[in-house]
Each structure stands twice: as C-alpha cells, then as structure tokens.
C-alpha cells in the first residue's frame, strides 16, 4: 500500500541555520508532491506544491526539491527563525481525489 | 476572506455517547474534507465531498461515523457512539475547484472520549 515516511524525531537548529526535513514515500509515482505546515492547536497551512517534472521549486525561504527516482523530497528552509518552529508535514495524491498525508516531523528553531 | 469555520473547538464525552462537529467551509468552495487526526499522526482522510455528493468515504467507520453536507454548504460529522479510540482532532478543509490540490483547514475540534 502507498506509505509516506517523514523523520518522526524532532529537529533542533540554530536560528540562521538552515532547516532540511525529508519525505520518502513507497509503493507509487505521485503526479505532485506538497508540503503543509501546522502550528499546535491549528489547522495545517498550505505552503508549497511541486510537479512530477519540477526538480526543485523556491518560495521565499523555502526550497523543495522532488527526486522521483529516489522517491523522495527535500524541504529547506533558509536563514531559519524561531518562527518557524512547528510541524512540517508532507502530503500525496493518493488516486481519485484522496490526499495522504505523513505524520510530520517537528522543527524546533532557537535563538 | 473567511477561513473554515469548526466548531466547537474542545469536547469532552463519555464513551458509548454521541457528538457531533459542524464545519463552515470558505465561501465558493465546492470540495470540503473531514480528517482525524491522532495524536502524533498526520491527518486521515474519512470523507470528501464535492458540492452535496460523496465522493471518497472508504476511510469512514460507518457503522458509528456518518457526515452529511446540506445544500452544497455546511457540513456535520456525527459519531455515535463513540469509543475510545477516536479520541482525536477532527479536521474540516475546503478547497475550490480551480485550484483543488490546496485545502484550506480549519482549527480542528479536539475531541476526548473517556
């Protein structure tokens, strides 16, 4: 069955540093690939989406990149700042109008 | 604009009790989703609906859960009864149908069966 694995242990980085969480995901070939951020007590906010033929796409200081032969995406985030201390979580086109999403892996980023 | 509208935001039942949530999707939104989320976990989608149809309830237990969106708008998802195990953050998201990949969420209601 499809499955999406993100790191489940916590990262911890130094303001200005940059942040880097992983996706993997098995088991299909996602036409796109999205990145969703929440906060404790709130909805998840949508933050960026990257096609199947994107290797990487930028949006402010956020980069995703997409290997489709490693299955795999790379969210970066630049010159980091304790406000962007929350949970990441990446989500899948799971067929028809389904969306998976993974458990997320927390960011802790200290001044 | 207003966001997605959930409420309430806290409740707390005994098991074999019923609740239900009510969720207001963003105005001109034809798609709107509930998801549970576990603790640790991220969201798993249990229905979908496009304007009043359903159009993915695989995930939804529905021997105790049934949802129902009344004139394409708002939408109410039921449990009855509830068991322990959906102790849970409930999730409401819309999106519109030319930009359907972004879902727009609302604050959840955190439910607690004791």
């Known amino acids: 069955s499809q499955k999406i694995e993100q790191n489940s242990e916590a990262l911890n980085i130094q303001e200005g540093k940059t942040a880097t969480l992983t996706c993997n995901y098995t088991?299909?070939?996602?036409?796109?690939l999205q990145w969703y951020r929440q906060d404790p007590g709130r909805g998840p906010v949508f933050l960026l989406l990257?096609?199947?033929?994107?290797k990487e796409k930028r949006k402010e200081r956020l980069k995703v990149t997409f290997d489709t032969t490693l299955k795999q995406s790379l969210f970066h985030i630049t010159a980091s700042q304790p406000a962007d201390s929350a949970t990441y979580l990446c989500?899948?086109?799971?067929?028809?109008?389904?969306?998976?999403f993974g458990a997320g892996t927390r960011l802790f980023v200290k001044a | 604009e207003a966001g997605v509208a959930q409420s309430p935001r806290y409740k707390i039942i005994e098991k074999r009790q019923s609740v239900a949530f009510w969720c207001n999707p963003i105005?001109?939104?034809?798609?709107l989703y509930w998801y549970q989320q576990i603790l640790g976990q991220g969201p798993k989608l249990l229905i979908q609906?496009?304007?009043?149809?359903?159009?993915?309830d695989s995930q939804l237990p529905k021997d105790r859960f049934s949802a129902e969106r009344l004139k394409g708008v708002d939408s109410t998802l039921k449990i009855q009864p509830a068991k322990l195990e959906d102790s849970a953050v409930y999730l409401c998201?819309?999106?519109?149908?030319?930009?359907?990949?972004?879902?727009?969420f609302g604050p959840g209601t955190r439910l607690t069966v004791t």
């Open positions: 998201a819309s999106s519109s149908q030319t930009v359907a990949y972004e879902q727009y």
């Open positions: 088991n299909y070939s996602p036409a796109y």
């Open positions: 990257i096609r199947e033929n994107e």
């Open positions: 989500a899948l086109p799971a067929g028809g109008f389904k969306t998976i």
């Open positions: 105005s001109g939104h034809a798609t």
């Open positions: 609906f496009q304007n009043n149809g359903v159009v993915d």
